[in-house]
């Protein structure tokens, strides 16, 4: 592909990503000229990696965990949204200047509009506070949840979080726990839904789960945005308990989707995306 225009995703891991598969498909159904690239960058060489991005010219990149929140300290711009998330997955090459956005909670709103999940009123357990969690966080502001139990091996990050939220929303209860077996019991049995923000239970880890299935029961809704696997170990527990499961590909083909449109200007079929998405799962578990 001569002179193909480069988009890129930065994190470590970043070898269990398909996004590099989905983009590229949806570029090759479009016939348009642009790759896209995964590159693992541990955090003492994120500074570097962004200059070297922005002295490339690059259309845009894609930011992954560790980076989500750190990230933002080298961009020169942040959308409004990014500003209130607190954390970019989303950068773009506007003429040299690096614009942050977080279509991530737009990932988590479009899959519970999409599977008809209304969530006025209801109460939620957060697993996690870093970058993916205060996008999952905002999009469960917007979307009226009464509470919010926000549950961290660090409890600091998760007080971090919920002050700073809090400030901002004033009409939502949000709960900063730290992550013990009767944080977890309170939470749950609180909760009408759980979502899973950590990277706890991914490929390679996939016996790992912070929820023990004991708490798990049949009128939960159960998401996890990890997607490889399909299917977690706290997707199977829940799962098992007969509660409604959510995997993470909703939410991934989602904040994609609106990122594509961020670089590229146009939507791309989510059809195809969501297709592609599935097939290289199903491919990945063999």
């Not at 870093?130 to 139990?149: D, P």
Request: glycine share 6%.
């Amino acid at each position: 592909m001569k002179n193909a225009k480069l988009i890129c995703l930065i994190g470590d891991p970043v070898e269990h990503s398909i996004s590099p598969i989905i983009h590229n498909e949806v570029f090759r159904a479009l016939n348009l000229n642009y790759v896209y690239l995964a590159f693992k960058v541990p955090p003492e060489n994120l500074v570097d990696a962004v200059k070297g991005l922005r002295a490339l010219g690059v259309v845009g990149f894609n930011v992954t965990i560790p980076h989500k929140v750190s990230v933002m300290r080298y961009l020169d711009e942040l959308s409004p949204d990014a500003e209130v998330v607190g954390s970019v997955n989303t950068v773009v090459n506007r003429g040299g200047r690096l614009v942050g956005y977080n279509t991530d909670y737009l990932g988590v709103m479009n899959t519970f509009k999409n599977l008809g999940i209304r969530l006025e009123g209801t109460s939620v357990t957060v697993l996690g506070a870093g970058g993916a969690s205060r996008a999952v966080v905002y999009a469960l502001v917007l979307s009226g949840v009464e509470r919010v139990f926000i549950v961290n091996r660090t409890l600091e990050r998760a007080i971090s979080l919920v002050s700073e939220f809090s400030s901002k929303f004033p009409n939502i209860c949000l709960t900063p726990m730290s992550l013990t077996m009767e944080n977890l019991r309170e939470a749950i049995q609180k909760s009408h839904l759980i979502i899973n923000t950590t990277s706890v239970g991914m490929y390679p880890r996939t016996e790992e789960s912070l929820v023990p299935s004991e708490l798990l029961r049949s009128d939960l809704v159960v998401m996890d945005i990890v997607y490889n696997p399909l299917e977690t170990k706290l997707l199977r527990d829940a799962k098992a308990k007969d509660a409604k499961i959510i995997d993470g590909v909703g939410m991934l083909v989602y904040q994609a989707a609106a990122s594509f449109k961020l670089w590229v200007g146009i939507d791309p079929p989510l059809d195809l995306m969501f297709k592609v998405a599935y097939s290289s799962l199903r491919q990945l578990s063999g």
